[in-house]
């Protein structure tokens, strides 16, 4: 995966004022958008949208610290006006073209990526490999920020919300693997954007000719393969430390990429306070 994100580096760095059809890029670097989108955002911290953005501008500020023609510029990098690729440099660069004319800067450059696999053997992941034919994930839904780092209040709020009966009558509920009560993650954006919204479902699973209650959501889950993360510790931290380990550690070392799906998390034992759990982590994977 390294050796893709290096080649799709260098193919965004001879492109740059062309527009990108990631989408027909990736299945020559021998992957698929969505996983190539995924791994990128994990790696890079940020999504590939905004490193290109960062790229196109901080390579049309040495035009626009030459004597071209500013209209020539934007039109070049795609702008139909000085004025809108005025405020696309600015909101990138934190200054304007004119400005950075006269007094040459002070400007927010984007270096060129490159990525490297450090290879440092002192992390063991706890990983297991499972097919599974198709289910549903039922229960409350909501759409909900994506959040990186520590606890999303917007989705403790919405399991707070729920009567302790409404958990009662999921666990009932639920006849197949996973079991127990279980956070689900769907309609990710594929950039993994930090604010962009998310579909949260705290439900259980049931098998796929399971009627579904009227007063519940419901996500369709085919058949397929999915990546097992077994973990302990701080809760928040553990699975989160978790999710990074699989882009830094497990993806690059292992004949698997992530596939269009939800990420479950299914809580195994936990402290009565939740400061500590047991969790595991499943995301959907294919073949690479």
């Known amino acids: 995966m390294i050796a893709e994100l290096n080649r799709l580096i ?14 027909r890029l990736a299945p020559g670097l021998g992957t698929t958008e969505y996983h190539l ?5 994990s790696l890079a911290g940020m999504p ?3 490193y290109i953005r960062r790229r196109r501008m901080t390579v049309a500020a040495a035009d626009v610290l030459g004597h071209g023609d500013l209209l020539g510029i934007a039109v070049r990098f795609g702008y139909g006006s000085t004025e809108a690729f005025a405020r696309a440099f600015r909101s990138v660069l934190g200054v304007g073209p004119g400005e950075v004319r006269r007094h040459g800067g002070p400007l927010r450059t984007q270096p060129h990526l490159r990525f490297r696999l450090t290879v440092e053997g002192n992390t063991t992941m706890d990983t297991r490999i499972a097919d599974r034919t198709a289910f549903r994930l039922v229960g409350h839904s909501a759409r909900v920020p994506l ?6 209040p917007h989705i403790q709020a919405r399991i707070a919300s729920l009567p302790v009966a409404e958990h009662s009558r999921l666990k009932h509920l639920n006849n197949t693997d996973p079991t127990g009560l279980l956070r689900v993650g769907a309609d990710v954006d594929p950039d ?4 962009s919204e998310l579909t949260y479902l705290h439900g259980v699973a049931i098998e796929e ?5 009227e007063d519940f959501d419901a996500i ?27 882009a830094t550690d497990w993806f690059p070392s ?28 499943r995301l959907p994977v294919e073949r690479a």
């Open 192 to 195: 993994y954007t930090e604010g």
């Open 37 to 41: 989108r995924r791994m990128f955002s």
């Open 209 to 213: 000719s399971t009627p579904v209650p």
């Open 220 to 246: 369709e889950v085919p058949a397929g393969t999915w990546a097992v993360f077994h973990t302990e510790g701080d809760h928040s931290a553990a699975l989160q430390s978790a999710w990074a380990a699989t």
């Open 254 to 281: 292992n004949p698997w990429r992530l596939r269009p799906g939800p990420s479950i998390v299914a809580v195994l034992d936990h402290a009565a306070d939740f400061s500590t759990a047991t969790c595991e982590l």
């Open 10 to 23: 260098e193919f965004v760095e001879g492109h740059l004022t062309e527009d990108l059809d990631v989408a």
């Open 48 to 50: 590939l949208s905004e």
């Open 147 to 152: 959040i990186h780092e520590g606890v999303n």
